[in-house]
């Protein structure tokens, strides 16, 4: 990761409170409404702190930022009529602070403890802030506020030991030294840290557009894309590897248009984009501004490395499950770091993400970090969004339990590694005591002796039940809600799945599953019974011979999600078995029909 976090005040619409930005993922969300700040985060942390930082720790950049010239134009000064502090700040995380202290070379020591426990914020983490005194001559200064407070933190002779702990000097005399906090300012100054080098910062603005043949920009705003591409696609001897971007994206359009086949391709004259697809060839323009929009962003941030890439309204023209695939390419794809502003919750969920939510309040903006569920829908209500508005996913899969979750997905992914729970498909659950209330009917049809019943049809159209035939021999019935259900679903759109063992673990090998139930259960000493209408999680427990046998029974039950874990971590998948392969054959196809 090329950023861990960073916090600024008194730019643009940002007061005079320091507004913290971390700790930082891969993939950062900033979102907001219109108008409150959000583009003003990525516009200084791409103008102007790369600048900061430069001046502040020394650094020179090879291209921009050796300049003496400030960076900071009349708007970039706080707008309203209340006065504000120019400053700049780098934190050190909770998980950061062992590296730090080997970096500083520094010891564990009594005094320097205290002094770290009262620079911790409530989150743990400490944050050196530097102030911008005079931003013309680049004067910057390690701010030290509550001076009487950081002075009372100790005696003037564990100042002195502290001093010494960390420069190994002695000779001072500790009671002028404390008295005008120069010596207290230098040991701050000396335990601050910096980022150790400058970050590359793009930004893909909100206005995109593939530019003309022949175009040149320095931007990545689609402007000179074509030639960019060109040069990809056929590259230098010396520069082959970058082919392997080419084909990155290639793959890209391939997933976004679910066509194996797609590809694109610069012609010899370079006017325009061509995708050779279902050997038709067609100019890019002609597929909708919602491809066109992904090439623009997914081409970029192919083309760059190791950047931060700041990306305006990445949802704009993209329907909802475009927004997550192309998040899931940056992610995995590609080795930048990323900042989204956003007004779209579609994005939340895509990827493992930070959100970084912007308001307003008395005309200067704010930032909160969400990590709760709870600040997640305050989110939604603040972007105007009804519980309606909230697109699922296009295929919904009904299990009992986590269990069956687990070895869903793990078929699944052995089947088609293109396929995303989440983005493709949505696993719910319905819990044994819950079955019975389900119907696969339209909740207009359902008539009054059963209108107590919940249709999971109201929920998601495109739906697949997965249930246990719970028989004991291959000429068992299966229950009648069993058989109501079944009938329903069969209907259409979607289909039920009825394990042809006993249960869903049937589909395992029972030797893995006998190791892994002991695994789990060292005290296990085999499984009672490994056929096809057994249930593989019943163990019989190890006895201690040397005691008296027992009057309870030595018969347990495995814990199925746990078992799950292990055998899909320690083990591949075998579709071979009963008829494993043609359901998951046919669940895949039904995803596929219900995202086009």
Known sequence: MLLNGFGFSGYRSFGNDLVKIGPLKKINFIIGQNNVGKSNIINFLAHHYPYFLSKIAKLSHPIAYNTKKTTFNEIDFHFSALKSIHRISFPIFKNEINSYMRDKQLRHTPELEKLLNYLYDNNGTIWFTYTIERIKKNEFLLE?????EIKALMEPHEWQQLWHDITDKSHI???????????????????SVTPKSLPNVEIIPAIRKIGAAGSQASDFSGEGIIEKLAQIQNPLLSEQRHKEKFIAINHFLQNVLSNPTAR????????????????????????????HEVII?????????????????????????????????LSEETSNQYFFTTHSAHLLDAVEAEIFHVTQFNGASQVEAISSTQQRSAICNDLGYKASDILQTNCIIWVEGPSDRIYLNYWLTSKNTNLTEGIDYSIMFYGGRLFSHLTGVD???????IDDFVSVRKLNRNAVILFDSDKSDPHARLNSTKQRLKAEFDKGPGFTWITEGREIENYLDPEKIESSVKAIHPSAAQLLQKSQWSNLLEYEKNTDSSKPPSKISNIRAANKVKVAKYY???????????????????????????NK
């Open 144 to 148: 030290t506020s509550n001076t009487n």
């Open 173 to 191: 005399n500790i009671n002028d030294w404390q008295e005008d906090f120069i010596g207290i300012e230098k040991i701050l100054k000396i335990l």
């Open 264 to 291: 694109i391709e610069i012609p010899h004259d370079r006017q325009m984009i061509l995708v050779e697809m279902d050997n038709k060839i067609l100019p890019l323009e002609s597929l909708g501004t919602g491809i």
């Open 297 to 329: 962003i997914a081409a970029a941030a192919t083309l760059l490395d190791e950047t931060i890439v700041c990306v305006e309204e990445p949802e704009l023209h993209l329907h909802p499950l475009l927004q997550r695939k192309l998040i899931k390419y």
């Open 443 to 449: 909740q207009d049809e359902l008539s009054d002796s």
């Open 568 to 594: 899909v971590e320690h083990y591949p998948a075998d579709l071979t078995v009963l008829d494993l392969n043609k359901q998951i054959d046919r669940l895949c196809t039904f995803i596929a029909s219900s």
